[in-house]
């Protein structure tokens, strides 16, 4: 049975992957630094971990607990971050820093210490959630958006590196997808929800599952020619700039005869 170790398990992408990986056969470690809402996994009888991404005896920690548990690991999904919304003014070097310290020091942490468990396995893959705001910018989420660049950076090196040795790498890119991370900003800001909704041609938000379906494909053998790769799933928002249907009176279509 494959082994796979999920980070930031205790909600949204992390626990609906953790989830899909046991339904496909997969043993799991689901780690979290959350233990209130990591109670799930022991409820349904996987595996669990509290643990901080950010720190390094963790990470050794997580890894140790995948040999003990499972004798190695053969999927590293890289899956907690958080947002760090603000603006260049108003967000403090300290809160940068702790944004940095998850969502990029904490994958670098992970792969440095599954490395290797990894270079033991049959099938060796890592999958890092990055972002659609790791392929484009977006105000007053320079923070949040430099970090998940930087995870695509990190990708494409490493497949680079790694790919000799056996070791695929990928990052998803998600779009809007309703998780805690973006419940809030649906309770507090609706407007900026359905705003964003609109710019999105399938005219919703993914739920968790459907980017759990990726990470588990990314990681999976029937992934196994497919490395350094940002793979996008954001129901279309990113392809273009122009207008999305559906067209309303308030919003025609330009007749073609007078755009010229
Ligand atoms: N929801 C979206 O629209 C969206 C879009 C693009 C990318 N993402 C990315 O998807 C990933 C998952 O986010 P989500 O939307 O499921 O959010 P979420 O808040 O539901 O889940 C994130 C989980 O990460 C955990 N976490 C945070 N910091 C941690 C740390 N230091 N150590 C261990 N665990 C930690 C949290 O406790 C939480 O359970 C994140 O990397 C996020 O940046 C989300």
Redesign the pocket.
């Known amino acids: 049975m494959p082994t796979a170790l999920v980070?930031?398990?205790?909600?949204?992408?992390?626990?609906?992957t953790a989830e899909r990986l046991v339904r496909e056969g997969w043993s799991v470690l689901a780690?979290?630094?959350?233990a209130d809402?990591?109670e799930w996994a022991a409820q349904a009888g996987i595996a669990s971990l509290v643990?901080?991404?950010?720190?390094e005896t963790?990470n050794a920690r997580m890894v140790a607990h995948m040999e003990a548990r499972f004798g190695g690991l053969d999927a590293l999904a890289l899956?907690?971050?958080?947002?760090g919304g603000g603006s260049i003014d108003s967000l403090s070097m300290a809160a940068f820093e702790r944004v940095v310290?998850?969502?990029l020091f904490?994958p670098v942490l992970g792969i440095k210490a599954a490395l290797p468990l990894l270079r033991c396995s049959k099938q060796p893959a890592i999958a890092i959630?990055?972002?659609?705001?790791g392929l484009a910018g977006y105000a007053e989420n320079w923070a949040?958006c430099s970090t998940?660049h930087a995870l695509i950076g990190l990708v494409r090196a490493l497949a680079r590196e790694l790919g000799c040795e056996g070791i695929r790498i990928n990052a998803?890119?998600?779009?809007?997808?309703?998780?805690?991370?973006?419940r809030a900003m649906e309770a507090v800001a609706p407007e900026h929800f359905a705003m964003l909704t609109q710019k999105v041609p399938l005219q919703r938000?993914?739920d968790?599952d459907e980017?759990a379906a990726v990470i588990a494909f990314l990681v999976s053998p029937a992934a196994s020619y497919v490395t350094g790769h940002a793979m996008v799933a954001d129901g279309g928002a990113m392809v273009g700039t122009g207008l999305v249907g559906p067209r309303t009176a308030t919003a025609p279509a330009i007749p073609l005869e007078i755009q010229t």
Not at 51 to 55: C, E, H, L, W, Y
């Open positions: 980070t930031g398990a205790a909600d949204g992408i992390g626990r609906a780690a979290d630094r959350d809402r990591l643990a901080d991404i950010s720190s963790d899956n907690a971050g958080v947002t310290a998850i969502n904490g959630t990055s972002s659609t705001m949040y998940k998803l890119c998600p779009g809007p997808t309703r998780t805690g991370m973006t938000w993914a968790p980017m």
